[in-house]
């Protein structure tokens, strides 16, 4: 079975804090729920992030066991809540994993149902988009059977490399997913996604 790929259109990050939004605006922009790729576009979404952050009431810095704390710039929660406002409620949720594979699943299943996925990486501080997968038979890869999907890659766009698209192995997936290391997530790998 072919994986499933959506077409969602890249957008770069506009400061070193936006890719939580650049993201938002990638995801919406893919179904046809905000108007553009713009960066005011990008701007509203940050402030529509970080206004339902607050109204859940969750904290954007988590004290860890040792310094630094946990400065979240988009918090999951505030990401999901902003994409649940423009799409339905409870249109995605915030998924925590303790494996990379089964975050993997987890993104793949949002695709799968049209909805493309956030995942965190790089020390909680950057999302990314993850828009599809791939199997390739050319070579000895690791496959991995994902909902159903024999998997080889995983099509991400990231916001910071003006979203273009990347192609990456299950072993890159596994390197750049970030298991937060302190507060709510502790331990955890982060999807924001449909179920």
């Given at each position: 079975?072919?994986?499933?790929?959506?077409?969602?259109?890249?957008?770069?990050?506009?400061?070193?804090?936006?890719?939580?939004?650049?993201?938002?605006?990638?995801?919406?922009?893919?179904?046809?729920?905000?108007?553009?790729?713009?960066?005011?576009?990008?701007?509203?979404?940050?402030?529509?992030?970080?206004?339902?952050?607050?109204?859940?009431?969750?904290?954007?810095?988590?004290?860890?066991?040792?310094?630094?704390?946990?400065?979240?710039?988009?918090?999951?929660?505030?990401?999901?809540?902003?994409?649940?406002?423009?799409?339905?409620?409870?249109?995605t949720e915030v998924i925590p994993s303790e494996e990379e594979d089964t975050a993997a699943g987890h993104a793949l299943k949002s695709v799968k149902g049209g909805i493309a996925?956030?995942?965190?990486?790089?020390?909680?501080?950057?999302?990314?988009?993850?828009?599809?997968?791939?199997?390739?038979?050319?070579?000895?890869?690791?496959?991995?059977?994902?909902?159903?999907?024999?998997?080889?890659?995983?099509?991400?766009?990231?916001?910071?490399?003006?979203?273009?698209?990347?192609?990456?192995?299950?072993?890159?997936?596994?390197?750049?997913?970030?298991?937060?290391?302190?507060?709510?997530?502790?331990?955890?790998?982060?999807?924001?996604?449909?179920?």
């Amino acid at each position: 079975m072919p994986c499933t790929r959506l077409n969602v259109p890249r957008v770069q990050q506009i400061d070193d804090d936006s890719c939580g939004p650049a993201c938002a605006q990638m995801i919406l922009l893919a179904l046809h729920l905000v108007k553009d790729g713009s960066d005011d576009v990008q701007r509203a979404l940050g402030k529509e992030i970080q206004q339902s952050t607050k109204s859940a009431r969750v904290r954007t810095t988590e004290r860890c066991a040792e310094p630094p704390a946990l400065e979240w710039a988009t918090h999951p929660v505030g990401l999901q809540r902003t994409l649940n406002a423009h799409i339905k409620p409870d249109a995605t949720e915030v998924i925590p994993s303790e494996e990379e594979d089964t975050a993997a699943g987890h993104a793949l299943k949002s695709v799968k149902g049209g909805i493309a996925a956030a995942a965190l990486v790089s020390d909680a501080t950057h999302w990314i988009v993850v828009f599809g997968c791939e199997h390739s038979t050319r070579r000895e890869l690791p496959t991995l059977d994902l909902n159903g999907d024999p998997v080889t890659h995983i099509l991400v766009r990231d916001p910071a490399l003006s979203g273009f698209p990347v192609r990456m192995t299950l072993d890159e997936w596994t390197a750049v997913l970030y298991r937060v290391k302190c507060g709510t997530f502790d331990h955890k790998c982060i999807v924001v996604g449909a179920r």
